[in-house]
C-alpha cells in the first residue's frame, strides 16, 4: 500500500458518500480519480484539473510546491493585518491564518500540477 498523496483520505463514508476533496480537502462531490481503498473524490475546483491528477502518484515535489505556496498566503495575509507576532492574534485572525494556509496550499498543489511537463 502506498502512501495517500495527500491526507485527505478516505473521500468517502461509511454510505459512499463523498466527504473531502482528495487533493485540497474541501467539500467532495461524486467525482474522482480513486484507487482501489478510495474513490478518490473531489471538489468542484479539483474536478477542472482532474487530468493532472494522475501526477499526485509522485508528491514530493507537489508536496513542497504546496507547502510553499501555503507558506506564502500565510505572510501575504499576516502581511495585510500588519502583525507578526502570533500572539497578537485574536480568534478571527488565528483562524484566518488557517484558512490562508490551506486555500493556499491546495491551490499551489493545483498549480504545480497544472504545470508539470508531462
Ligand atoms: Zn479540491
Redesign the pocket.
Known sequence: MTKPATPFTPTVDADGTPTV??????H?IGIGRGTKADPGF??R??ITIVEDLSKMDRLDVYELAALDAGVDAVGAYLSEIGKTDLAECDELDARMIVKAAWLGC?EGL?RALNEAPF
Open positions: 476533496c482528495r487533493c485540497c480537502g474541501r467532495a473531489l471538489c475546483k479539483c491546495a493545483r
